[in-house]
């Protein structure tokens, strides 16, 4: 197989609403639907991620997405950072 060419399984696709990469950077917050394609709700700015990690929790028990929860496979995760490019790098 030409190595040039990718399988379309080697490809990593993120959906996101436009207006999450508006402002400060963030945690990213949605749906791993299939394995290298996730679905971003939101992204969480200036909350701790202990914090998060609760209301996660809370959102995912809650009977009143559970219609939500069945179309997009399970309650919304943390997903990853997402980090604003023209911010200066911190040193470690």
């Known amino acids: 197989m030409d190595a040039t060419k990718k399988k379309k399984s080697d490809v990593t696709r993120i959906f996101w609403p436009s207006h999450c990469t508006e402002g400060d950077s963030g945690l990213l917050v949605g749906w791993n639907v299939h394995s290298f394609t996730a679905c971003v709700a939101t992204v969480a700015k200036d909350i701790p991620l202990e914090v998060l990690h609760k209301a996660l929790h809370i959102i995912g028990n809650s009977k009143r ?8 496979g399970g309650p919304p995760g943390l997903l990853g950072e997402y ?3 023209d911010q200066p790098r911190q040193q470690s």
């Open 65 to 72: 997405y559970s219609h939500l929860f069945y179309e997009c």
């Open 83 to 85: 980090k604003q490019h």
